[in-house]
């Protein structure tokens, strides 16, 4: 029995992609995608820690470095699939609804514009964060192993979830802009593809290019410290709100020593605080998705005002 508060959409959204063989089937090579990466990982681990003359089991010593891997892979490729499907999803929730000629139909019933969004968006990340809790036991093989902290373990699922919520947001927000699914996919995937796998190696060698020459004057000139603070601040920003970026400079940072949440660097005579990379894409992707989402309530409740 469904309960007053659920939102039918969601319900009857649900219903539709669970119902038939192709959900079981999208889920089924998922997991065998996220288990041959593990086991890849493992296997090129395994290979590192034996030599021609002597090979065996990797000793316990590997046990940490070969936890830490297959966190770090598993994460890395959760976070490209679902910034890939997600978009993908969400493109065609209000377009595919005008395409099949139903969207009148949606908007003359009883649900607030912001019922028809929250469900269309509910029921993507329904879907999303199943596919999510069905890699857990793979990506508990990590724990197992050992080198993975609890921390990382949270923030790595807090980024997931807000890469979900960011990335259907944009979907259906440019879904309520289009009149076809087409459009909305194309234009979707236009703003998502380069900013989730071009963006990072433009802003590395374009900001390589701007402080090479200041760290030749860093020990020397003062100016040449806080201009280089100026550009890693900014640089620094932009590689943060990329989801792929932002968990590689967080691993990294964390790793030597700098931490989870703030740390500092010396430039020069300059000591400066930072903060670690994953807060900035949380903080700043909530806010867009809050954003987008009003935006899409306020786009689709005009339309059906008309």
């Known amino acids: 029995m469904i309960g007053r508060s659920t939102n039918p959409i969601i319900v009857t959204e649900m219903r539709g992609r669970m119902r038939g063989r192709r959900a079981f089937i999208a889920l089924t090579l998922f997991l065998m995608l996220i288990s041959c990466v593990a086991g890849g990982i493992y296997s090129s681990v395994y290979a590192s820690s034996t030599t021609y003359y002597q090979v065996g089991a990797p000793t316990v010593q590997y046990g940490?470095?070969?936890?830490?891997?297959?966190?770090?892979?598993?994460?890395?490729?959760?976070?490209?699939?679902?910034?890939?499907?997600?978009?993908?999803?969400?493109?065609?929730?209000?377009?595919?609804?005008?395409?099949?000629?139903?969207?009148?139909?949606?908007?003359i019933t009883p649900l607030r514009a912001s019922q028809i969004v929250w469900g269309k968006l509910g029921a993507v990340f329904s879907f999303l964060l199943l596919m999510i809790l069905a890699s857990i036991p793979i990506q508990s093989m990590a724990l197992l192993f050992g080198g993975v902290e609890p921390v990382e373990v949270l923030i790595a699922a807090l980024g997931l979830v807000v890469t979900m919520l960011i990335f259907g947001a944009l979907g259906i927000f440019v879904s309520s802009l289009t009149r076809s699914t087409l459009t909305a996919i194309v234009t979707t995937y236009g703003i998502g593809i380069p900013f989730v796998y071009g963006m990072p190696f433009m802003i590395y060698y374009v900001g390589a290019i701007f402080m090479y020459p200041l760290s030749l004057m860093l020990q020397t000139e003062l100016w040449a410290a806080l201009a280089m603070v100026v550009i890693i601040y900014i640089f620094g920003f932009l590689l943060s709100i990329n989801p792929i970026?932002?968990?590689?400079?967080?691993?990294?940072?964390?790793?030597?020593?700098?931490g989870y949440f703030f740390f500092t660097e010396q430039f020069g005579s300059v000591t400066v605080p930072f903060v670690s990379p994953w807060l900035v894409y949380v903080v700043f992707h909530s806010l867009l998705a809050a954003l987008?989402?009003?935006?899409?309530?306020?786009?689709?409740?005009?339309i059906s005002e008309r």
């Open 245 to 258: 970026s932002a968990a590689l400079m967080t691993g990294i940072l964390a790793s030597e020593g700098k």
């Open 292 to 302: 987008l989402i009003r935006w899409t309530i306020q786009r689709v409740a005009k």
């Open 64 to 107: 940490p470095v070969i936890g830490k891997a297959i966190f770090t892979g598993i994460t890395m490729l959760l976070l490209a699939l679902i910034s890939f499907i997600a978009p993908g999803f969400t493109a065609g929730a209000i377009a595919g609804e005008r395409e099949r000629l139903t969207y009148d139909t949606l908007i």
